[in-house]
Nanobody, 125 residues
Framework: QVQLVESGGGLVQAGDSLRLSCVAS????????MGWFRQAPGKEREFVAA????????NYAGSVKGRFAIFRDNVQSMVYLHMNNLKPEDTAVYSC??????????????????WGQGTQVTVSS
C-alpha cells in the first residue's frame, strides 16, 4: 500500500501562484510514477500532470501547460505541483496519485494504483 497525503491548497486570487505538496509513505517511492488530478464540482476528475519515477519526463494537460509544473524529490518521498497564473477555472480538489513506474503512460488516461484524499484549491476572480 502507498499512502498519499496532499497539502498546500487554499483560497487565492486570479493570477496568484500556489504550490501543492504530496508526501508518500508505505512503499519505495522511486518505484512509482506520480501524477496530479483535479475534480471541480459537478465535473469528472481530470488529469493535470504526471512525472516519471526519476523525474526524467513530464506530461501536462493542455489546460495547464505553461502554467503548472510537476516536480518530485525521491529522497523526501514528495511530489509537488507548482501552479502559476491561476484562473478561476482551476478551482477544484487536487489529488496526487501513484502508479507503478512501468505504467507511467497510463496516468494521463486516468489510471492510478493509489490516490490521496485531495486538497481544495479555490481561485477567485
Amino acid at each position: 500500500q502507498v499512502q498519499l497525503v496532499e497539502s498546500g491548497g487554499g483560497l487565492v486570487q486570479a493570477g496568484d501562484s500556489l504550490r501543492l505538496s504530496c508526501v508518500a509513505s508505505g512503499r519505495t517511492f522511486s518505484d512509482y510514477a506520480m501524477g496530479w488530478f483535479r475534480q471541480a464540482p459537478g465535473k469528472e476528475r481530470e488529469f493535470v500532470a504526471a512525472i516519471t519515477w526519476n523525474g526524467g519526463s513530464r506530461n501536462y494537460a493542455g489546460s495547464v501547460k505553461g502554467r503548472f509544473a510537476i516536480f518530485r524529490d525521491n529522497v523526501q518521498s514528495m511530489v509537488y505541483l507548482h501552479m502559476n497564473n491561476l484562473k478561476p477555472e482551476d478551482t477544484a480538489v487536487y489529488s496526487c496519485a501513484a502508479v507503478y513506474r512501468d505504467d507511467y503512460e497510463l496516468i494521463s488516461a486516468g489510471r492510478a494504483d493509489y490516490w490521496g484524499q485531495g486538497t481544495q484549491v479555490t481561485v477567485s476572480s
